[in-house]
């Protein structure tokens, strides 16, 4: 059972457009939701993450935007760079930022020059 | 600081062969995961190590799998008479109780 679902799986942007990245979920006992930033041949890289009492979380360039009424939340890139070109993945757990993360399928992010 | 180191970085094995991968936390880091990543994939769990606690076992595929650690050091994830299947890369997460999972580089595993 697919419980974090991730859209779109590929994503095309000019630099210095918006990228935004969806997930929806399944189960309403997750109450904390990170975003991960994977380069080709490194390790996921913690990018920002939210828990369910707040709408949405800022940090420099990268927003989370929450929806807990519609189990949905998103990541938007303010003024893309080509250095974001990469994979994101989003993810979900039940005890906070301590318990096993389930993982959405990952979007594959390039931002041209 | 270090981050979370593990080795080796890549395995060629063949089917039917045990391997051990073998992962270094960030110190004091009470918290350690296994998450495997099949190619183009999402990281899917496998298990979870918190201090003493038991550990979640619940994503392990088969009893091919297991893992051990030792105190809130190293861990080794063991899966026995690989299967082709088993290809994929495994990773490492740590944490501390205060903040997200970090993770390692990873173990790039190819089942012959």
């Known amino acids: 059972q697919q419980q974090v679902k991730q859209s779109p799986q590929s994503l095309i942007v000019q630099k210095g457009g918006i990228s935004i990245i969806n997930c929806a979920y399944e189960n309403t006992a997750f109450d904390y939701f990170p975003w991960y930033q994977q380069f080709p041949g490194k390790g996921p890289a913690l990018l920002i993450a939210?828990?369910?009492?707040?709408s949405e979380k800022k940090e420099g360039r990268f927003t989370i935007s929450f929806n807990k009424s519609a189990k949905q939340f998103s990541l938007h890139i303010m003024d893309s760079q080509p250095g974001d070109s990469a994979t994101y993945f989003c993810?979900?757990?039940?005890?906070?930022?301590?318990?096993?993360?389930?993982f959405g399928q990952g979007t594959t992010l390039q931002v041209k020059p | 600081g270090a981050g979370v180191s593990q080795s080796p970085s890549n395995k060629v094995t063949e089917k039917g062969k045990d391997v051990e991968l073998r992962c270094d936390p960030i110190?004091?880091?009470?918290?350690l995961y296994w998450y495997r990543q099949r190619l183009g994939q999402g990281l899917e769990f496998l298990i979870y190590?918190?201090?003493?606690?038991?550990?979640?076992k619940s994503g392990l595929p088969s009893d091919r799998f297991s893992a051990e650690r030792t105190g809130e050091s190293v861990s080794t994830l063991t899966i026995q008479r690989t299967q082709q299947e088993d290809s994929a890369v495994y990773l490492c997460?740590?944490?501390?109780?205060?903040?997200?999972?970090?993770f390692g580089p990873g173990t790039r595993l190819t089942v012959l």
């Open positions: 190590f918190q201090g003493n606690s038991a550990p979640d």
């Open positions: 993810a979900a757990s039940k005890n906070g930022n301590t318990g096993k993360l389930i």
């Open positions: 997460a740590s944490s501390p109780t205060s903040d997200g999972q970090y």
């Open positions: 110190s004091g880091h009470t918290a």
């Open positions: 939210i828990r369910p009492d707040v």
